[in-house]
């Protein structure tokens, strides 16, 4: 089981949205990163077929998604970034009415709609309106109907968006379980759900791949990028100006910094363990408002 | 599909705003029906008014003199008992030209509508003259279907500010005319008038606006929820699912469009009954050229106003596949059926008038589009108003319809 991602592109008037995007994936789990506007909801789309690429193909198993058609949504799950939903209907109809959309036969449908409601933890309200439902529980509806047809592709864009920690680590897990045999390509701008279970990570910047690996791999890329240095609340301002700062804490002897940078911000800073936040402040620090890691011009000492 | 399909027409029953407007639609009919049933009057020989159910049935029995063919020799004798009366002073108020109650209810009351249809036929053309039986001779009345024909002849032959009956079309009409059965069949038709002349416009209308709201959300509501990126990315996404849609919209319309229907059929028969169906639609409209019962008329006239609101849920589909938000296919679906109400016919452009004859607030309105002369030429071909209606509407359902399903299944969630 193979998917292809080759050159893909989405233009939106003057806006290059995704931007010659290449890559392959194959059973596992794909967390995709990214600051907002990054372009991975357009990409997803595009994966998911809701939206047209402007160039660029994408192959499942060596045939074009558009060749496939059908077959290829028969395939597929999502779960959109605002997961859209019938407030008049109650979580069993709305999975019955998703099931049919799948082309799930009528016993099977109402047999796999009581298995993931039951999964989800959704079987005491499964009459109930989905209005009246809370955030956590639509989007463990979203994620129930996603698998209703036990889709080889599962896409799940910004899952955990909007969770309490609880509902997070709830909802990773219940990915987690989901995921077996399946290509499932998740995104977030959440490091750490994505540290939790993601096989691979992608990172991508305005509209384009930037690095991507296992999180050894971007760990071991991203050594020599941490830093902790303890300053003085004076000096404060001035490593606020000119890093990348992933961390802040007042202590009694002053001000401790988690720096993010590639040259040594300073005489007595130590060099720390990297992580993948660090490694994505690194390449999204001008995007997230902090100081770029190529505009650091060091302090004078 | 059958669970696709019920679900479809599930979304769209289930909406508050679905109950609501049908049961605003059906308070409507109500209060119409109510109300025409409630203007029908009837005045006793001592000059005491009846109304309602109460004055149609007189009205019934004293109209059933004239019941069955209106031969020659019925004609003459409601003139004659016009001329009886008429005549004879003593039947007058004082020296009034005004006759008495009694005189009015007992002796002409009976043949008023025979007389009245004398009288459209032996007055100037485009006018009513309540008087003109006095200057009518037998002769005249042993002529009044010919006179009927050569009036016909006239109001086609006749010079119209928005232009004339081109030969063939005066060909067609006049050949049509000379096809009507006669003598007319008479009966007593007053609620069958009502039907047709007053409720029956105005209950289609409130159908199609009730179609327009009800139908608008069919596409739009899936783009409004953000429902769209997980229906779309689905294997029946973009196109079983749309054949739900459009079937599950025929299915709400029609049940709305008959169970309307039924109510205010329910409603005018229980008042009126049934008596009348067989009479000649000439009784109702006199100059009309189709060769047709009332019956036929009214059956005619709803299959036409069925497709006209098919086809006003057509182009509501389409709307709703296009627009972003139910309320905007709502607007403009409502525009292009109201709007048309409010525009008089042109003075100088046929073309136009027979443009507008198609939009539903003008082709909704059965009695007129099987009274009026209006006849449309393609070549040689001469084609009736109600036929074109026919062919307007199904092709605008043929149209719209794979319009709205190419629009909803290329949609893009950007």
Redesign the interface.
Known sequence: MELILDRLTKQFKNKIAVDRFSYTMTAGVYGLLGANGAGKTTLMRMICTVLNPTAGDILFDGRSIDVLSERYCDILGYLPQDFGYYPDFSARDFMLYMASLKGIKNRAAHRRTDELLHLVGLSDVATQKIRSFSGGMKQRLGIAQAVLNDPKILILDEPTAGLDPKERIRFRNLISDLAKDKIVLLSTHIVSDIECIADQIIMMKKGKLIVSGTTADLTEQAKGLAWNLIVTPNELKQYEASYCISNLRHTSTGVELRIVSEEKPAQNAQPITATIEDLFLYYFADELGQTSRKTSGGIQQ | MN??LR?EC??LL??KFTVITIFVLMLCIIALSLLIISENTYYNEDGSRMAGAEAIQANKASQAISEGKLTKQKLQEAFHQYQTVMNNPSNYEGTTNDLKDEVYVTELKPYDNVLSLLRRNYSPTGHYDYYILSSVSDEMINQFYEMRHAKIQELVNMDYSYGNYSQTEKEFILNKDSKIETPFSYDYTDGWSDILQRGFFTVFLLIGLAVCVIIAPIFA??YQ?????????????R???IYAKILAGFLVSSGIFFLATAFFMIITFAAYGIQGWNASFQILSFTSFYNLTILQVFLRGLLLNYLIVMAVMSITMLLSSVCKTSFSAVIISALWVFVPLFIPSSKSSKAFNYIINLLPAKALDTYTVFSVYDVYSFGTAVISLPIVILLFSTFIILIALPLAHRSFSKH???
Do not use: H, P
């Open positions: 669970m696709l679900f599930k979304k289930n909406r509501y899936e929820t953000g429902a769209d990126a997980v229906v779309l990315s689905t294997r029946f996404g196109k079983r699912i893009q969630v950007a």
